[in-house]
């Protein structure tokens, strides 16, 4: 009986063909969440020139994004940092962000607890709830009155947020496996 090695097939391993040399990386496993956070609060330095806001927080949907696909992933204190980071790029009075975000993080952990398994309609519920309320409370929170004008105004960034949640949702999916990629080990 020929072996697999006296034929000429290239040994399999557990993880497939090319499984040799190649491991996770700490760095991207930890770092790219946090990095791609940051990237969503600074696309919100595109100039759009429009009458009512309607670009919606991007790094805000892109945390929650993380939150509600990976949960666990990133730490409950996790909303501190990068809420600073947001109130530097939003325009935002600075700690609205660092007092949203850190409140999103709790009440996410906190619903996890109640409620550990969920599908993506309860998530996709989940997460329009938390945006309509962070949108709101950013509002007031930069001196707004709530008034049916602001309403009427914010009604589209709401509804962009809410529509735009699920494909955000698919990006942290695909980050995610290339979070989780394989790479060559040096040494």
Same mark, same amino acid.
């Given at each position: 009986?020929?072996?697999?090695?006296?034929?000429?097939?290239?040994?399999?391993?557990?993880?497939?063909?090319?499984?040799?040399?190649?491991?996770?990386?700490?760095?991207?496993?930890?770092?790219?969440?946090?990095?791609?956070?940051?990237?969503?609060?600074?696309?919100?330095?595109?100039?759009?020139?429009?009458?009512?806001?309607?670009?919606?927080?991007?790094?805000?949907?892109?945390? +929650?994004? &993380?939150? =509600?696909?990976?949960? !666990?992933?990133?730490?409950?204190? /996790?909303? #501190? %940092?990068?809420?600073? *980071?947001?109130?530097?790029?939003?325009?935002?009075?600075?700690?609205?962000?660092? +007092?949203? &975000?850190? =409140?999103?993080?709790? !009440?996410?952990?906190?619903?996890? /607890?109640? #409620? %550990?398994?969920?599908? *993506?309609?309860?998530?996709?519920?989940?997460?329009?709830?938390?945006?309509?309320?962070?949108?709101?409370?950013?509002?007031?929170?930069?001196?707004?009155?709530?008034?049916?004008?602001?309403?009427?105004?914010?009604?589209?960034?709401?509804?962009?947020?809410?529509?735009?949640?699920?494909?955000?949702?698919?990006?942290?999916?695909?980050?995610?496996?290339?979070?989780?990629?394989?790479?060559?080990?040096?040494?």
């Amino acid at each position: 009986m020929i072996g697999r090695f006296a034929s000429g097939l290239p040994a399999v391993g557990p993880a497939g063909p090319r499984s040799i040399n190649r491991a996770h990386s700490p760095l991207l496993a930890v770092g790219l969440p946090w990095l791609s956070v940051l990237a969503g609060s600074l696309l919100t330095l595109i100039p759009i020139a429009t009458a009512i806001p309607l670009l919606p927080p991007l790094g805000f949907l892109m945390l +929650l994004g &993380w939150r =509600l696909v990976r949960p !666990g992933l990133l730490p409950v204190w /996790a909303g #501190f %940092p990068l809420g600073a *980071f947001d109130d530097l790029f939003s325009g935002q009075p600075f700690g609205c962000g660092i +007092l949203l &975000w850190s =409140l999103t993080m709790l !009440g996410i952990e906190a619903l996890e /607890a109640r #409620f %550990p398994w969920r599908g *993506f309609w309860q998530d996709w519920a989940v997460a329009a709830f938390v945006i309509v309320a962070y949108l709101l409370s950013s509002a007031l929170f930069s001196g707004s009155r709530l008034s049916p004008a602001m309403l009427y105004a914010l009604a589209p960034q709401v509804i962009v947020s809410i529509v735009l949640f699920p494909l955000l949702a698919r990006i942290v999916a695909g980050l995610d496996r290339i979070r989780l990629a394989r790479v060559r080990v040096l040494g």
